[in-house]
């Protein structure tokens, strides 16, 4: 998979549910611009450890363009960080990968995003 970029989003805000979390996040990316993200984690097992996410991203690029995505994965808890796998689907037409780490206790999300049919 080729690499688009890596990235380390700030948490800006973080609501807590019953079997889920949600968190704001925001980035500036090389290839999208300035970068929001909402994402939502449901916990899958019964010690909270593993389970899925989903979530949407707004990106406004440096000629104005807005980009909308779909993110849908998979992650794992281990202590204090997060580890995500997952796919966004934009509405510019690009299909990405992406994998990354929340660090619950820096309030950060850093990783790398590939594009998925390279």
Do not use: P
């Not at 800006?12 to 611009?33: F, H, I, R």
């Not at 994402?39 to 979530?55: E, F, H, P, Q, W």
């Not at 850093?110 to 049919?117: C, I, K, Q, R």
Request: with cysteine; aromatic share 8%.
């Amino acid at each position: 998979m080729k690499k688009i970029s890596d990235f380390e989003f700030q948490i800006t805000s973080v609501s807590v549910g019953d079997d889920s979390s949600s968190l704001n996040m925001e980035a500036d990316l090389d290839k999208y611009g300035k970068t929001y993200i909402s994402l939502t984690l449901k916990v899958g097992t019964a010690d909270g450890n593993t389970g899925s996410y989903s979530g949407g991203a707004r990106t406004i690029t440096a000629s104005g363009e807005l980009i909308r995505a779909s993110l849908q994965g998979i992650w794992k808890r281990e202590g204090a960080l997060v580890h995500l796998k997952g796919l966004d689907n934009a509405s510019n037409g690009d299909l990405n990968f992406g994998e990354s780490t929340l660090d619950l206790i820096k309030k950060t999300c850093a990783g790398s995003v590939y594009e998925a049919w390279s």
